[in-house]
């Protein structure tokens, strides 16, 4: 049985891991309408991903016979400035989503809770590829600027991410 404040801690994150999927399922739409259909399919791996991360947890936190509490989801954003500033809101989202893990890590440690410790190494390891994927897009749309036969050939490549593919 896991303890109450652990437990209440996981359906925070399990909100937080869907908000992100609904986020990320916005941005699809905007890349979409931009006839971007690379990045659209790129944001709708990322999505199904953080959905992947919240059944993850939950199936956790019914195996350690917590009661699983689904919270509301906000509407995600779906108008932006610009391709930069999604992967920018994208990236910022994720280090936010890091400094939340750490702080599930750290209540498990104080609550001696070493299976739970040992379930979040693994999403400790999957921010540090989340935060430098963003990062990597970061970089490229920078280099890329205006040219618009770079932003085509940037669209061909993240559209050909595979589903289960960590990029
Ligand atoms: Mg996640």
Not at 41 to 47: C, F, I, R, T
Request: proline share 2%; aromatic share 8%.
């Amino acid at each position: 049985m896991i303890q109450k404040e652990l437990e209440n801690a996981i359906n925070a994150q399990i909100a937080q891991e869907l908000t992100a999927s609904y986020s990320y399922l916005g941005m699809s739409t905007y890349f979409d309408e931009l006839s971007l259909d690379g990045l659209a399919s790129w944001m709708q791996n990322q999505h199904a991903e953080e959905q992947q991360h919240a059944m993850k947890l939950l199936n956790y936190l019914q195996d350690r016979g917590g009661r699983v509490q689904l919270a509301s989801i906000p509407s995600p954003q779906v108008e932006f400035n610009s391709i930069l500033e999604v992967f920018e809101i994208s990236l910022q989202m994720e280090i936010e989503n890091t400094s939340s893990i750490n702080k599930l890590y750290e209540l498990a440690l104080k609550n001696n809770d070493h299976a739970t410790k040992s379930h979040l190494q693994w999403f400790l390891d999957e921010q540090v590829e989340e935060e430098k994927s963003m990062e990597d897009i970061i970089a490229n749309l920078k280099l890329i600027g205006d040219d618009k036969a770079g932003l085509l050939y940037l669209n061909d490549k993240l559209g050909k991410r595979s589903p289960d593919s960590e990029e």
